[in-house]
């Protein structure tokens, strides 16, 4: 991850696509992307297939069962859970499979991601919390010539709308893997429903 993050700094983007192919054919980076799943809250949830996993066997194979070539998403199962309005929001719950796949190329896409992001995003953002977003806040607000106001606000249906051809065409990934991320469609109460635009919600 090192060397793509400093590839990156490089503007060598020859370089970034190799390393990053190099690292989403490693053994060592499939284990941890299996240990990574396993390790979050939403392990015990199964998708469409009902497939879960539970004993070191099952861990090994699955991690060397991630293979790009023959890889193909599942759709998602669609649930609805509770919102603090009193309204529902859906979440797409893929195969532990496929949150595995989408793992293994985090660990290829966060160096570009961190090395090229916003240096005062905090938002889903690794080792960064609230506390970092006030701070900041802090220092920008308490000198006499900043701003009198802060802007609050909600892109409303944001992810619900997100153009795959933009992000196609500005995420440094397989082209073909995304795209089957991106249009696997979701199951819901044993229906198909396709995906042609913006990205799930999960968990």
């Not at 089957?180 to 979701?186: E, N, R, S, V, Y």
């Given at each position: 991850?090192?060397?793509i993050a400093k590839a990156v700094q490089a503007k060598r983007w020859g370089k970034v696509k190799a390393l990053q192919r190099i690292l989403t054919c490693s053994k060592s980076a499939k284990l941890l992307a299996v240990k990574m799943i396993m390790s979050n809250k939403g392990a015990k949830t199964p998708g469409i297939d009902k497939v879960l996993?539970?004993?070191l066997?099952?861990?090994w194979h699955a991690a060397f069962s991630l293979r790009i070539k023959?890889?193909?998403a599942q759709p998602l199962r669609r649930i609805y859970i509770p919102k603090s309005n009193g309204k529902k929001r859906p979440l797409g719950i893929p195969t532990l499979h496929d949150r595995a796949m989408q793992a293994l190329f985090a660990l290829a896409l966060k160096p570009v991601a961190e090395t090229t992001g916003d240096s005062h995003s905090y938002g889903f953002r690794e080792k960064r919390?609230?506390?970092?977003?006030?701070k900041q806040s802090f220092i920008c607000l308490a000198t006499k010539v900043a701003a009198p106001w802060v802007l609050e606000a909600d892109i409303k249906g944001c992810f619900d709308h997100i153009s795959h051809d933009w992000l196609l065409d500005n995420i440094p990934?397989?082209?073909?893997?995304l795209k089957?991320?991106?249009?696997?469609?979701?199951i819901e109460s044993s229906a198909f429903y396709d995906t042609r635009e913006g990205t799930p919600h999960q968990q």
């Open positions: 991850q090192m060397r996993w539970s004993t066997k099952q861990y023959s890889y193909k919390s609230l506390h970092d977003a006030i990934l397989p082209k073909p893997i089957q991320w991106l249009t696997c469609g979701f």
